[in-house]
């Protein structure tokens, strides 16, 4: 196989923090968004550009992704969700793969009302919707080989403890109340603990009332690593 040569040094340093990225486990916050998902939660992920370019900065462009198979749900006629089994595939410089397998799942998008060329419930775009299934499927791929595996891999974000290792890194102070409480916050959130749950394991009525973010954080912890159970 040739090899590839890159001539641009902004792609090289890309190519550093990219692999910065990969070894220490920790997706850049930058890159990290949020959205809605069934059942009124909110999850984290990082869209389908940053994933494939990472995994191109790392592997020099070697790498590939196919469809296995096609799910409809709950049937092909009169689909709600599309379902995609992915294969990516990576090459190293001599040539020898590695793969990894995952599915991919997208909703059926239907327009919300009538207009002048389509009826309410008409699908909006079935292939879009095929897209969406496929980049979600690649993602998770690209996770199992470690790409914001912090993220897809089912590794908690720990963000309260991010938070602190941030501060000691930067000089900012860790005892500020408002960054720790915004930790806290996200540590609860990322984990989808009921905040009557924390309170009740915090022994406080509102948490107003919590004085050692660092202490609640521990608390919460070990109610999460220890099966929930309280």
């Not at 890309?14 to 999850?43: C, F, N, Y």
């Not at 499927?137 to 941030?166: P, T, V, W």
Request: hydrophobic letters at 35%; charged letters at 30%; aromatic letters at 10%.
């Amino acid at each position: 196989m040739n090899k590839l040569t890159i001539f641009n040094s902004d792609v090289s340093k890309d190519i550093q923090a990219a692999i910065k990225a990969l070894v220490s486990g920790r997706t850049p916050k930058e890159d990290v968004r949020e959205r809605d998902i069934r059942g009124g939660d909110k999850a984290k992920y990082v869209n389908t550009y940053y994933m494939t370019r990472q995994a191109s900065l790392l592997t020099g462009w070697r790498w590939s992704s196919k469809c296995l198979r096609e799910r409809y749900f709950p049937n092909e006629e009169t689909p709600k969700e599309i379902g995609a089994l992915m294969e990516v595939t990576l090459f190293d410089q001599e040539g020898n793969s590695f793969s990894h397998q995952s599915w991919g799942s997208a909703d059926i998008k239907r327009h919300a009302k009538d207009s002048k060329n389509y009826k309410i419930g008409d699908v909006i775009s079935f292939f879009d919707d095929h897209k969406a299934a496929y980049s979600d499927g690649i993602k998770k791929c690209l996770s199992y080989f470690g790409i914001a595996n912090d993220i897809y891999g089912g590794r908690d974000l720990n963000l309260f403890e991010e938070e602190l290792q941030d501060g000691q890194q930067t000089g900012v102070t860790v005892t500020d109340i408002t960054a720790l409480r915004n930790a806290f916050d996200s540590y609860i959130k990322d984990n989808h603990i009921r905040y009557d749950i924390v309170l009740r394991l915090l022994s406080v009525s509102s948490v107003n009332e919590i004085q050692d973010y660092r202490a609640a954080y521990k608390v919460m912890k070990e109610y999460v690593e220890g099966g929930r159970k309280a």
